[in-house]
């Protein structure tokens, strides 16, 4: 089903944006609210990973995007989001990690749903440590895109990209932001008591 015929059923679901650069730990933490919540967890980066394997003439245009370090056009992520979302009408809400990756994305999908997400989480995690972080996990799951120097280019996209999403999201008093650099219990207490005060 096309985004576009998606807006009735989305507007009801509670929708929890989750941000940060590669591997800040929000894939983790997503995984830890949407167990604990009953939440579905729509990981971006892991849906496009996906789909970069498929011997699509999509999936090869990922794959060639993502290796190179840039980011997979609007249309195609939120075709992609709302397929996934649209998917699992039985979930209590959806915690979509990794996404907005750019301004024309966060303000598409309030055109398209017609309306804001519920809360964005964001986790802040310096460079280095995002780094040492993803080049662990690229060592254990060989992932190709985990490379330092794609990493530093993604980190560098990442960065120029998030401010005017963080700033649109500032003024609309959604932004919770959480220090990442915690142990991971830690970091879960903090994300749970962010979604405790919307219930």
Do not use: W
């Amino acid at each position: 089903m096309p985004f576009q015929a998606a807006p009735d059923l989305l507007k009801s679901y509670r929708i929890i944006f989750v941000m940060g650069g590669p591997g800040c730990g929000k894939g983790t933490q997503c995984e830890n609210m949407a167990a604990k919540y009953g939440f579905c967890h729509v990981g971006l980066g892991e849906l496009l990973r996906e789909e970069a394997n498929q011997a699509t003439v999509r999936g090869q245009l990922i794959r060639d995007i993502m290796l190179k370090g840039l980011l997979v056009p609007t249309g195609v992520i939120l075709d992609m989001v709302s397929d996934n979302m649209l998917s699992r009408p039985e979930s209590k809400g959806f915690l979509i990690d990794g996404f907005p990756r750019e301004l024309s994305q966060a303000k598409e999908f309030e055109r398209i749903v017609g309306r804001s997400p519920n809360i964005v989480i964001v986790f802040d995690c310096s460079t280095e440590t995002m780094i040492h972080r993803v080049l662990l996990r690229g060592q254990e799951e060989h992932r190709e895109d985990d490379a330092e120097d794609i990493v530093r280019q993604r980190l560098e996209t990442h960065y120029t990209l998030c401010e005017p999403i963080l700033a649109f999201y500032q003024q609309k008093n959604l932004l919770r932001n959480i220090l990442a650099e915690d142990a991971a219990e830690n970091i879960f207490a903090k994300c749970c008591s962010v979604i405790d005060s919307l219930q």
